[in-house]
């Protein structure tokens, strides 16, 4: 790689240790990739927990700390795996949550903030179009590319970390142009009426790319599409997929028509997505038995419309007994669902609203354990995917199907394999 | 017989080591057991199988982050793989090995499983872009 003359200057070590072994690990990722140079970034955001990193990361962060590291960027940090307000209520390990809280610290001292969102973009920082980024955490990646037009790979937390020290990141995947361009078609024939319905098609389109270098343009989707649509499909699609970019035609930036999306090329392949592709991508997760034992809402964190819907359709009932819901949001859409009675009406239901926090690295085999929670049902396609690993049982369906389901204690007949 | 797979230069130091094929695809959150280093998934192609101490391949990768802290992890733990042979992969395998020093290389050809088997003994070097089979398995 062609470095610049601070570059120079990190590497011959004149800005301390810290900084040179994260520009060295850089300049590592870069060549391995076919980088020429380093770009500015003016935003990172990390995956900082310790579900995430383990032991041999907090070690890591440590020695950083103690090396008197600073970042020189504003690091921002993603959703994380303990509420401290509420850890107890889900049976956490003390020993996760003094961890946590001093990982917390750790960063802190590094200079980073502990908002603790996986929708920063929603809330907290929306890219300006072409802007270079250094984002770990898929979901938040994917909608920076697709939906804000600006630039980033995924950054992994030791990634993110070295961007923050060094305020560059390696040019190399999606901030070149090239790397944009459309390369599968897919054309979607099917109503999209629920949260899950855009998830599930995240994951039909995921699982037929399955390629971080791949970027699919969506058509026939068109029209007003709520950001939380986005938001599941989006964090699906990164899931599923690997992907880190789409183009949705005459919805995203840089796709104001096929021929914007593809620059003129030909797609490699064209497929028709429709109400049988979704049908089946939800018979995918069938049901073993009626009962629910546990229902989430989470993966990514709530909106502020997404917690209203949940409530709505849960006030004035009582989650069943046999059941438990859990919702996952950030602090500051807490406090707006707080203020808008939301958060009450949750509650006064019998559900649980964690804060900062995303369900599935709050070590949810353990959870699951804890209260003997076999089967979850979610209308996170992501979630859905990611807890098969936890050798749980996921089930995807609606928002409405799921709720109801908390309330009865169980799924109907038509729900359980759809 | 030309008993070598080749790759654009990857990272990391030669090593030596019993090689695992997945048909699979690999993903650390979705399919291991961060702590074991053994694949946990149902179904997967290397279900029970752990990666520890061998030159472990995979046709593709899937999913997030994680795999940013999980090498480190791995290695602290004494889990870790050799290295790491892939078809495609993405940005975040290769940070997560880059900081746990693991040696990796990706877009090898031809498809490995037309020259190895699983428990073969394989020199990889990253440098060169080569892994090369130095014994067979015993096992049928």
Redesign the interface.
């Known amino acids: 790689m062609k470095l610049g003359e601070r570059e120079e200057r990190i590497c011959a070590g004149e800005l301390g240790d810290p900084v040179r072994e994260a520009l060295e690990?850089q300049i590592?990722?870069g060549e391995?990739?076919g980088a020429r140079r380093f770009v500015p970034v003016a935003n990172v955001h990390m995956?900082g927990d310790m579900e995430?990193?383990?032991?041999?990361?907090f070690?890591?962060v440590e020695g950083l700390v103690r090396a008197g590291a600073r970042f020189r960027i504003p690091v921002t940090t993603n959703a994380r795996c303990v509420d401290f307000d509420r850890a107890t209520l889900v049976r956490q390990r003390p020993e996760l949550v003094r961890n946590e809280a001093r990982l917390v610290e750790l960063l802190r001292a590094l200079g980073a903030l502990p908002v603790d969102t996986c929708i920063n973009y929603q809330t907290l920082y929306q890219p300006s179009f072409g802007e270079h980024l250094a984002w770990?955490?898929?979901g938040t990646v994917i909608w920076a590319n697709s939906v804000a037009g600006a630039r980033t790979?995924?950054?992994?937390?030791?990634?993110?970390l070295a961007a923050g020290l060094t305020g560059v990141t390696p040019d190399y995947?999606y901030h070149q142009d090239a790397q944009r361009i459309g390369s599968l078609r897919f054309e979607v024939r099917a109503r999209l009426e629920d949260l899950a319905d855009w998830g599930a098609l995240g994951g039909v389109i995921g699982r037929r790319t399955?390629?971080?270098?791949k970027v699919p343009v969506v058509t026939g989707v068109a029209g007003s599409l709520s950001p939380d649509a986005l938001k599941h499909f989006g964090a699906a699609l990164?899931?599923?997929?690997?992907c880190?970019m789409y183009h949705l035609v005459g919805v995203t930036p840089e796709a104001r028509d096929e021929a914007d999306a593809f620059r003129g090329r030909e797609p490699e392949a064209s497929t028709v997505v429709d109400e049988d592709a979704l049908r089946a991508f939800y018979r995918s997760y069938p049901a073993p038995h009626a009962e629910v034992d546990v229902v989430v809402f989470s993966g990514p964190q709530l909106s502020v419309f997404e917690l209203g819907r949940v409530a709505n359709l849960l006030a004035g009932r009582r989650v069943h007994p046999n059941t438990a819901l859990v919702v996952t949001t950030n602090f500051g859409n807490h406090e707006v669902a707080t203020r808008l009675g939301y958060v009450r009406a949750i509650e006064s239901a019998g559900g649980h609203v964690l804060t900062g926090v995303c369900w599935y690295v709050m070590e949810p085999a353990r959870m699951a354990a804890a209260f003997g929670w076999r089967t979850v049902l979610t209308n996170s396609a992501k979630l859905a995917?990611?807890i098969?690993?936890y050798?749980l049982t996921p089930v995807l369906r609606r928002t409405d199907v799921c709720v109801e389901a908390a309330v009865s204690g169980r799924l109907p007949a038509e729900a359980l394999d759809p | 017989v030309n008993r070598r797979l080749e790759a654009p230069p990857?990272?990391g130091p030669d090593v030596e080591g019993e090689v695992l094929l997945s048909r699979d695809?690999f993903?650390i959150?979705?399919?291991?057991d961060?702590e074991t280093g053994i694949i946990?998934?149902?179904g997967h192609a290397l279900e029970g199988q752990s990666l520890a101490g061998r030159i472990v391949y995979f046709p593709?990768?899937?999913?997030?982050?994680?795999?940013?802290?999980?090498f480190?992890?791995l290695?602290?733990r004494g889990h870790a793989p050799a290295g790491v042979l892939f078809g495609?992969?993405?940005?975040?395998m290769?940070?997560?090995l880059?900081?746990a020093g693991i040696s990796?290389v990706?877009q090898v050809r031809p498809d490995p499983f037309t020259i190895l088997r699983s428990g073969d003994r394989v020199r990889m070097s990253p440098a060169r872009g080569w892994v090369d089979l130095i014994d067979t398995t015993t096992f049928a």
Not at chain 1, 153 to 160: I, K, L, S
Not at chain 1, 210 to 213: E, K, V
Not at chain 2, 29 to 32: K, V
């Open positions: 690990q590592a990722v391995f990739f995956m995430v990193m383990g032991e041999a990361g070690a890591f770990g955490d898929t790979n995924y950054e992994a937390g030791p990634a993110a995947g399955l390629d971080y270098w990164a899931s599923y997929g690997s880190a995917n990611i098969g690993g050798r | 990857g990272f695809t993903s959150r979705y399919d291991m961060r946990s998934r149902r593709a990768v899937q999913g997030g982050v994680a795999a940013g802290w999980a480190l992890e290695a602290r495609r992969t993405n940005p975040v290769i940070q997560g880059v900081l990796v990706h």
